[in-house]
């Protein structure tokens, strides 16, 4: 088989698993947050990073901000922005959580459920998770951008 498309099939289906991964936590972390908007907006007020008239309102619009591109990313719609979107929200939560760490900050995470532990070696695992997801995120970006400019 040609290098090229051996390369091309190895990316096509490494990127089909990254975008199955990232859309997937993206979807399935959104689903309580969308269900439970004033526990969630409890959990942000508990980060101690946002000013208390903004907190409702990016407790309604970020599960809809994961929802979304992460089903875009499972259906293979958008995909370079749903990844971009995906990508973005990583890096703040990444910066949200690296802030906590330093100031030595519990709260919890609100990640996947409300009621989370907000210990510290449970902060970094998160902080590894959200970096891991990151990677995958920029992965599937640059792969969409390479895909695009090869087919053009």
């Not at 997801?133 to 920029?138: A, H, K, Q, R, S």
Request: aromatic content about 14%; overall charge positive.
């Amino acid at each position: 088989m040609n290098p090229e498309v051996e390369r091309l099939l190895y990316h096509r289906r490494t990127r089909l698993v990254a975008r199955w991964i990232l859309g997937g936590t993206f979807v399935y972390a959104a689903l309580h947050k969308i269900v439970d908007p004033a526990g969630f907006a409890k959990i942000i007020y508990g980060y101690s990073l946002f000013p208390e008239y903004s907190i409702n309102l990016i407790a309604i619009i970020t599960p809809f901000l994961e929802f979304f591109p992460g089903l875009a990313l499972i259906l293979g719609i958008y995909l370079r922005s749903a990844a971009t979107i995906i990508s973005s929200m990583l890096l703040s939560f990444i910066v949200i959580l690296s802030i906590n760490i330093a100031r030595g900050h519990e709260f919890d995470c609100g990640c996947f459920s409300i009621g989370e532990a907000g210990h510290a070696s449970a902060v970094v695992q998160l902080l590894v998770r959200d970096i891991f997801l990151f990677v995958f995120g920029v992965y599937v970006v640059l792969i969409e951008i390479y895909t695009q400019r090869k087919s053009v």
